[in-house]
Structure formats: structure tokens, C-alpha cells
């Protein structure tokens, strides 16, 4: 099979999470956070593997471990929004360079809050229902994590 470099899309992935907008968003620009939820199950992200900068210009960048096989997969990026708590995008560095990911944070009131992320630029590779479906494990991992910090 061969994948076309120019083949890029959007993907749109919306989850409404039972915690207030602050917490859900400081859990996403913190390792201490992010270790506990962040690669599908079958992955971990060691808090030790974890660079975040939470500034425009500043670094994220993760390592995940296969914890059967020890494989590691590095994602790299440069935040280019940081708006505490509504907005936060980086553009990818890594295996899918000049992909952006776009989250927005919307407070629903009672604790709830809708989390949108918009990513452009996605190559084939991260389209893939397996991918997607990686993604939506880790989301699924963040729903199960917040709900021992209430």
C-alpha cells in the first residue's frame, strides 16, 4: 500500500467529561496528570517521558512504551495556543509533522464540561479506524482517570 503525503483531513472528536473545565484542562498540560491516561490501554507514558511548556512556543512531547514489548513511540509538538481554560493547540513535529491539534474547553455548568479537538493536516495513518479508535481508548482512560480525583 502506498500513502500519499498530500492526502491530509480533518478529524473532529467531541467528549463531554462529568469535571469542572479547570480541572479537565490542567489535566491535559500536566505530566503528573497526563501519565495516568494519555496512549490506549496496553500503553503507558512514563511522567519521566513527559515535556510540557505551557506557553505559545513552548514544547509538548510525550513517549509512550508498549508495555508488552517495551516499543516506544515519541510524539512531538509546539504549543501555538495556550489559553487557560479554554483553548489549547500545538502543531505536530514528530510522525505526523504540521498536523495542529485544537482542543477547546466549554464549561456545560454542574461540573460538566465538552472538550472539542480539531485536528488538521491528519495524514492517512492517524485516520485509520485504529488509530481513531486509540485515540477514543485514551479519551475513555481520561473518563476513568478523573474520576478519582472527585
Do not use: K
Not at 21 to 45: A, K, N, Q, Y
Not at 51 to 76: H, K, L, S, W
Not at 137 to 147: A, Q
Request: with cysteine; hydrophobic share 40%; net charge negative.
Amino acid at each position: 500500500m502506498s500513502i500519499d503525503p498530500n492526502d491530509l483531513a480533518d478529524v473532529i472528536i467531541t467528549r463531554i467529561y462529568e469535571a469542572p473545565r479547570d480541572l479537565v484542562f490542567e489535566c491535559m498540560i500536566t505530566p503528573e496528570h497526563l501519565t495516568h491516561f494519555w496512549g490506549p490501554p496496553g500503553m503507558s507514558t512514563p511522567v519521566d517521558r513527559i515535556v510540557i511548556e505551557p506557553r505559545v512556543g513552548g514544547r509538548f512531547e510525550t513517549v509512550m512504551v508498549n508495555d508488552a514489548t517495551g516499543d516506544q513511540f515519541a510524539n512531538a509538538g509546539v504549543f501555538t495556543v495556550v489559553d487557560p481554560p479554554t483553548t489549547l493547540a500545538w502543531r505536530d513535529s514528530g510522525f505526523a509533522e504540521g498536523m495542529v491539534t485544537t482542543s477547546t474547553f466549554t464549561d456545560l455548568g454542574n461540573d460538566r464540561t465538552e472538550v472539542v479537538i480539531h485536528q488538521t493536516n491528519v495524514p492517512p495513518m492517524f485516520r485509520s479506524p485504529e488509530a481513531i479508535a486509540g485515540f477514543e481508548l485514551s479519551l475513555d482512560r481520561f473518563v476513568v482517570y478523573l474520576t478519582t480525583l472527585r
